[in-house]
């Protein structure tokens, strides 16, 4: 059997990476999508199964077990991706930070990096705010993004604009099936 491909979604807070991680996962059956692990609180009206929200030991505890695959601290709260163990014939799609991309390259070379930008900053702007995240907040992150996106350029495998959705998601669809391919 053949080891599965990773792809990694990757691009600023408010860009989409979300969104279009689950419409790539109801869209295609043959992709896993790995369930991040947080120590940030749930926003409102977040599902449940967006993070596995753990407290700050618990995560500490499974960083000392060796139980991630990439992780890293992002605005005072940590965020880590365990150990992908996808179904038999899946290939695994990662939505995470930069440093987390950059730790999976270091680790596979091989990975898919989809970097997702968003049109403008305004727009990224808003889309922060309308998901419900504090002004202060979304300034924070408006700033840090522009510097994680000068960061992945230097290691993605391709950069999409997540100005619209569907063509968006057509975008990332096509470059998993062309990764494929390869």
Known sequence: MT???????????????????ALLIERDPKLWLSRSWTTRPQRPGESDDAYVFVDREQF???VANEGF??????????YGTPLPEPPSGHDVLLEIEVDGARQVVERQPDACVILLVPP???????????????????????????????QARSFATVEVVNNDLETAVDDVAGIVAGHRRS
């Open 120 to 150: 403008s900053l305004e727009v990224q702007r808003e889309r922060l705010r309308g998901r419900g995240d504090h002004e202060s907040h979304v300034e924070a992150r408006i700033a840090q993004g522009q510097l994680e996106v000068e």
């Open 69 to 78: 695959f990439e992780w890293a601290e992002f605005l005072g709260n940590l």
């Open 3 to 21: 080891e599965p491909k990773i792809f990694v979604l990757v691009g600023p807070g408010g860009v989409g990476k979300g969104t279009i991680a």
């Open 60 to 62: 500490l505890n499974h």
